[in-house]
T-cell receptor, first 113, second 112 residues
Framework: DQQVKQNSPSLSVQEGRISILNCDYT??????FLWYKKYPAEGPTFLIS?????DKNEDGRFTVFLNKSAKHLSLHIVPSQPGDSAVYFC????????????FGKGTKLTVNP | NAGVTQTPKFQVLKTGQSMTLQCAQD?????MSWYRQDPGMGLRLIHY???????DQGEVPNGYNVSRSTTEDFPLRLLSAAPSQTSVYFC???????????FGSGTRLTVV
């Protein structure tokens, strides 16, 4: 039973445009959400997080939106750059305990020059 | 700072062999975890630790053992390797439960 779902295995966008990566979750107890980026042959890199008490968090070109009623979050990258091409993982935890993260399967983003 | 260091980077084992994957961090992080990543799957938590002497099981703990005798080190032991344990293993550490984890570069393990 997959608690964190990333339904799009891949996404392709043009350089300079917006990339929107989506994530759905089923466990209403999740209250802390994170996005990680992963390049081939490297470990995941933490990007941005959001607590359930917020509906938006911004860090430079990256913004995460949380819709608790829909159990949905999204990562917006504006503007997209070729260096953003990577696999993006959504992760969630309960009561802020990120020692027990539950990850989605990931979305491979390709940004075309 | 080296961050999170995993050794070895690659390993081939025969079924039934045992081995230890090493993980060390130099950031004085209390929280450390082991994940495995399989093709088409997200990362799945094997074991985690919230401090020296404290460990707990994650989602897929069977066939693995951990201990945390120091803050810096969190080794993962495969007791009797099976082909189903062929995977990429990531170790991660964090300053607190409200902080993003720093991951190592991974160990690619093949069990034949």
């Amino acid at each position: 039973d997959q608690q964190v779902k990333q339904n799009s295995p891949s996404l392709s966008v043009q350089e300079g445009r917006i990339s929107i990566l989506n994530c759905d979750y089923t466990n209403s107890m999740f209250d802390y959400f994170l996005w990680y980026k992963k390049y081939p042959a490297e470990g995941p890199t933490f990007l941005i997080s959001i607590s359930s008490i917020k509906d938006k968090n911004e860090d430079g070109r990256f913004t995460v939106f949380l819709n608790k009623s829909a159990k949905h979050l999204s990562l917006h990258i504006v503007p997209s750059q070729p260096g953003d091409s990577a696999v993006y993982f959504c992760a969630a935890s309960i009561q802020g305990g990120s020692e027990k993260l539950v990850f989605g399967k990931g979305t491979k983003l390709t940004v075309n020059p | 700072n080296a961050g999170v260091t995993q050794t070895p980077k690659f390993q081939v084992l025969k079924t039934g062999q045992s081995m230890t994957l090493q993980c060390a961090q130099d950031m004085n992080h209390e929280y450390m975890s082991w994940y495995r990543q399989d093709p088409g799957m997200g990362l799945r938590l094997i074991h985690y630790s919230v401090g020296a002497g404290i460990t707990d099981q994650g989602e897929v703990p069977n066939g693995y053992n951990v201990s945390r005798s120091t803050t810096e080190d969190f080794p993962l032991r495969l007791l009797s390797a099976a082909p189903s344990q062929t995977s990429v293993y990531f170790c991660a550490s964090s300053y607190s439960s409200y902080w993003g984890y720093t991951f190592g570069s991974g160990t690619r393990l093949t069990v034949v």
